[in-house]
């Protein structure tokens, strides 16, 4: 990870639970060097293997709720039962320090930072097909299947949103959807709107 000198840019991942979002942002971190992520602060139970302030800041039901009415979030969501949300000052730093910072958040999340940050690039990341992704959450074997059935609703909902997003990744293979996905960010590195002011000077325009 290293620090630039210009205002880093917000990257939106989402998509389905069992799209291999973590697996494909965890590769795209390994082979970028100023791209970070928030943290999220949830109220959900750590899952086996989390641990606090790694994977996310797991605070109870009241703390959540103090900090929505702080206005401490850029965003949050309710999800399956559970808030998870932004940290707005964490994000403002990062991005402050130079940091292209990525959010893995749910739809209702990715439209909130849409309003609020129109500059933001959105991406959304399925598994090949519908089947695929119920077989992947059936091999997890670590959720109930009512569980499951109610991620795979949730996906469906979530599907309908791909329309307002920039850029649509279908992760077949890792490192094919990390490619593509570092691809996109070198894309909007590469964006006018973004360069303009390094050439501006050589002749003074
Ligand atoms: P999980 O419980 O599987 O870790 O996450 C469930 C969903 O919550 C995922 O789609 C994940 O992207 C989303 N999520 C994680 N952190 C945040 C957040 O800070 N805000 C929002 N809106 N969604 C989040």
Do not use: W
């Amino acid at each position: 990870m290293r620090k630039t000198a210009k205002r880093g840019q917000i990257i939106v991942v989402s998509g389905p639970s069992g799209a291999g979002k973590s697996t494909v942002i965890a590769e795209v971190r390994t082979r970028r060097a100023n791209l970070t992520f928030s943290i999220s602060y949830t109220t959900r139970q750590p899952r086996q293997g989390e641990e606090n302030h790694v994977h996310y800041h797991f605070v109870d039901q009241e703390t959540f709720r103090q900090m929505i009415e702080e206005g401490a979030f850029l965003e949050y969501a309710s999800y399956q039962g559970n808030y998870y949300g932004t940290a707005r000052a964490d994000v403002e730093a990062l991005v402050g320090d130079g940091y292209d910072v990525l959010l893995d958040i749910e739809v209702q999340g990715g439209a909130t930072v849409r309003r609020l940050c129109p500059e933001a690039t959105l991406i959304f990341v399925v598994p090949p097909s519908f089947g695929e992704l119920s077989r992947r959450l059936h091999g997890r074997q670590s959720e109930s299947e009512e569980v499951i059935q109610g991620r795979l609703n949730r996906a469906r909902e979530e599907y309908r949103e791909i329309p307002n997003y920039d850029y649509l990744v279908i992760n077949d293979k890792i490192s094919e959807a990390a490619d593509e996905v570092l691809s996109i960010l070198k894309a909007q590195d590469c964006r006018v709107s973004a360069r303009f002011d390094m050439i501006k000077g050589d002749i003074s325009l």
